[in-house]
């Protein structure tokens, strides 16, 4: 039996997928503490881990970080994706690496399993072996490790071949690590040197690719080829999605094969603007054959207007284990679990999301050729009604999602994971 120290940053989309890893390590008999938000206690009790807080200076509600930081509102572009690193990543991991170093020095711990953005972690990994475990990065959105043949994370730049390519994405790579975030990746470095001694080694968003280990929960046919990727990256395969115990709504019986099926969903977390996304799906696809599928993601479903054309159905949640073989286009604003999920059944998508990571997710989309990434977040009803009529017309589409869904099933993300952290734990036990 090993111990295990997971931490993470305090956001729903974050915490959601390490609990279910968490529940994997202790269904092998593992120990498992669970450090983040108190927010998130009641989950971590409930999955069987044992809870560790954060200490206030670093319980920041990633969920509402508008309601945590007034000053965020209203900014856009670089302003916005340097206040967000700085206030929401950077400054929390000195705090993040106290309460960390405050487990190791109480007990064993095997393997430190963290995220990217959990920069405590990144502070971990520059102290000597000897005074630490070894550093495990979860890779829950996209593979963030720095490349010559990939553009700067964040972005959602796709891959350009050859020469040409390379050096575009170093341009870039120097007009974001300098002009963008130069002052960020200051501030981190000085936090680095004040806590460990040594400066961060690299750029900040780049520090899971230096870790000791990242397991990337996705298959190489979703991801960037990356032909200097680091020998610690381990491709795994998507998450399993967990078995739904929810109710079937009464009208499941109309997905019965007659009509296409058309899905469509903002999460669990970005859905409080319904007229992103989902509304003008409703709207463009209202004289259609096919049956427009809603998910609110928990919220109540009379938050849609009361006259809803007669080919949608709408429930709050629905299992997409049984939901997505059923269908045929997934309209969506890009979650990492959800676009992974529908195409291990090999369902194209069309994907609408260009904030924090699901800019990433929806540049796959589109550069695997699986689905079309509509660029934006707000759509009007034309521009999603004629992606749906082209993704459906098009077999390109599904064979392309099929392709990426027959390595997903394919892979076994417990089994990469469990290999990894005996072969580095064992490794680290003999140095």
């Excluded at 989309?13 to 108190?38: D, K, N």
Aim: negative net charge; aromatic residues 6%; proline residues 8%.
């Amino acid at each position: 039996m090993s111990s295990y120290l997971i931490t993470c940053t305090p956001a729903h989309g974050h915490v959601m997928p390490l609990l279910q890893i968490a529940r994997h390590l202790l269904s092998r008999g593992h120990e498992v503490r669970f450090l983040t938000s108190t927010r998130y206690a009641d989950h971590v009790a409930a999955a069987g881990a044992r809870f560790i807080p954060l200490p206030d200076e670093a319980d920041v509600d990633l969920d509402d970080a508008d309601g945590a930081f007034p000053e965020r509102v209203g900014l856009t572009g670089p302003a916005a994706l340097r206040f967000d690193m700085s206030n929401l990543f950077v400054r929390p991991g000195a705090a993040q690496l106290a309460v960390v170093r405050a487990e190791l020095a109480e007990r064993r711990i095997d393997a430190v399993l963290t995220e990217p953005l959990f920069v405590g972690g990144a502070l971990l990994q520059l102290l000597p072996e000897h005074e630490r475990p070894p550093v495990v990065v979860l890779g829950i959105f996209p593979l963030g490790a720095r490349s010559r043949d990939a553009a700067p994370f964040g972005l959602g730049v796709t891959p350009m071949p050859g020469p040409i390519g390379r050096l575009r994405n170093a341009m870039l790579r120097t007009v974001a690590e300098r002009a963008i975030f130069g002052g960020i990746q200051k501030e981190a470095d000085e936090m680095a040197r004040r806590e460990t001694g040594r400066d961060l080694g690299g750029f900040v968003l780049d520090w899971a690719g230096r870790a000791d280990a990242y397991v990337q929960f996705t298959v190489p046919e979703f991801e960037y080829p990356r032909s200097d990727l680091p020998e610690s990256v381990h491709f795994a395969g998507p998450l399993p999605a967990p078995v739904s115990t929810v109710v079937l709504p009464d009208w499941w019986a109309d997905l019965d094969g007659t009509r296409s099926v058309v899905h469509v969903t903002q999460g669990t977390i970005a859905n409080s603007d319904f007229g992103q996304l989902v509304e003008p799906t409703i709207a463009a696809l209202a004289a259609s054959d096919s049956i427009v599928v809603v998910s609110t993601g928990g919220r109540p479903v009379d938050v849609l207007p009361a006259d809803l054309p007669p080919n949608v159905r709408v429930a709050e949640y629905l299992p997409y284990d049984r939901l997505l073989p059923l269908v045929d286009v997934l309209v969506t604003n890009g979650g990492y679990g959800g676009v992974q999920q529908a195409l291990t059944h090999g369902v194209p998508i069309v994907v609408a999301g260009q904030t924090e990571d699901k800019v990433e997710v929806s540049a796959r989309i589109g550069w695997s050729g699986a689905g079309i990434n509509l660029r934006t977040t707000t759509v009007a009803p034309a521009q999603v009604g004629r992606a749906v009529e082209r993704v459906l017309a098009d077999p390109a589409y599904r064979a392309h999602a099929e392709r990426i869904g027959t390595a997903m099933r394919a892979s076994n993300a417990w089994d990469a994971l469990d290999g990894v952290l005996d072969e580095l734990t064992s490794r680290w036990a003999l140095s």
